[in-house]
């Protein structure tokens, strides 16, 4: 099937930029730009602001590790899938530092969908 993108092709595409230093200077990067994303942050303090949790009776009681982890069971989803979405858009375009700096980046990735969707998603779930 033309255009697709086999596993061992996806794999052989982590495995360069990650054998060459490359994903771990993106994943920084990509990481620092998420944390710079005042939509982002935004949207976070919202749902934080907006938590069940937070305004469920007896919140005050809890310690704050009890109620960061009962926030981060409750928001979690919510958040990485926006974080994913602008890694997603960080890694694709074209002017980004990720594809214009880093070492065999560009060349690697270019063409390989798949692969992107593979690395945005071990990228901001920090698998690797």
Do not use: Y
């Not at 596993?7 to 993106?26: P, R, Y």
């Not at 590790?65 to 997603?88: G, H, P, S």
């Amino acid at each position: 099937m033309e255009g697709f993108i086999s596993q061992d092709d996806t794999e052989a595409v982590l495995k360069k930029v990650m054998d060459d230093g490359s994903f771990d200077k993106m994943r920084h990067h990509v990481i620092d730009q998420i944390k710079q994303n005042k939509d982002i942050v935004s949207k976070s303090e919202q749902l934080v602001r907006g938590s069940k949790t937070l305004s469920a009776p007896g919140a005050g009681g809890r310690t704050k590790k009890d109620l960061f982890e009962a926030i981060r069971r409750e928001l979690e989803d919510e958040v990485l899938n926006e974080a994913v979405k602008a890694a997603w858009e960080i890694l694709t375009t074209p002017t980004s530092e990720a594809c214009t700096k880093l070492p065999n980046f560009q060349q690697c990735t270019t063409g390989t969908l798949p692969g992107l969707v593979v690395v945005a998603q071990l990228l901001i779930q920090r698998k690797l």
